[in-house]
């Protein structure tokens, strides 16, 4: 059974840094593409990053290039999600997914694991 544990959410400042952790375990995480989401209240999940099988590519939106980046340890089983220059906007429910597939994508629909999220929030 696959199973993907989010960890290192919590409240910081503006302007602080957090860094998410995924565990994932019951796949061949060497073969899958990861992304992060996230959902604030009352809004859409959205896409926040994405990092290919072997770490070559990774895409990030445009609301967090730059501040954010995504990497990965397929000897831990682990991706990660290191935030920095946070914003109040940057506020959400952070998942981890995972594809069958080692493609990169940016679309919700595309993947096929979720981990049940962790808090961020960010105040002013």
């Known amino acids: 059974q696959v199973q993907l544990v989010e960890s290192g959410g919590g409240l910081v400042q503006a302007g602080g840094s957090l860094r998410l952790s995924c565990a994932a375990s019951?796949?061949?995480?060497?073969?899958?593409?990861m992304g992060w989401f996230r959902q604030a209240p009352g809004k859409e999940r959205e896409f926040v990053a994405t990092?290919?099988?072997?770490?070559?590519?990774?895409y990030y939106a445009d609301s967090v290039k730059v501040r954010f980046t995504i990497s990965r340890d397929n000897a831990k089983n682990t991706v990660y999600l290191q935030m920095n220059s946070l914003k109040p906007e940057d506020t959400a429910v952070y998942y981890c997914?995972?594809?069958?597939?080692?493609?990169?994508?940016?679309?919700?629909?595309?993947?096929?694991?979720w981990g049940q999220g962790t808090q961020v929030t960010v105040s002013s």
């Open positions: 019951g796949l061949t995480f060497s073969r899958n593409a």
């Open positions: 997914a995972a594809r069958r597939t080692g493609y990169t994508s940016n679309l919700p629909h595309d993947y096929d694991y």
């Open positions: 990092i290919s099988k072997t770490a070559g590519t990774t």
